[in-house]
């Protein structure tokens, strides 16, 4: 079963995951800007999910973690928690 782990950042609003996305593009610390803006309680360890499994999590979040490009920002991704920013750190 196909495994990995990422770091994301879970804001409200698509302007907000954006901007963040510009402030990272630009080579800000993407743990620092977690445990600012994120929502999700993992914005407290720097937005670190560790490891899970292909289908744990919901449908949009798992397509980009298991097809997207790895250690680049991917996002803003709409689900129904908000818009998440992730980098998939690795995957198997």
Not at 33 to 38: E, R
């Given at each position: 079963m196909a495994i990995a782990s990422a770091c994301h950042i879970l804001v409200k609003t698509k302007a907000e995951a954006e901007s963040i996305k510009v402030r990272l593009d630009k080579g800000e610390d993407f743990h620092k800007?977690?445990?600012?803006?994120?929502?999700c309680p993992s914005g407290k360890k720097g937005g670190d999910l560790g490891e899970f499994h292909k289908g744990d999590m919901v449908p949009a979040f798992d397509k980009a973690v298991f097809s997207g490009p790895l250690l680049k920002i991917q996002g803003p991704i709409k689900t129904q928690f908000g818009y998440h920013l992730i980098k998939v750190l690795y995957r198997s």
């Open positions: 800007l977690a445990k600012q803006y994120s929502t």
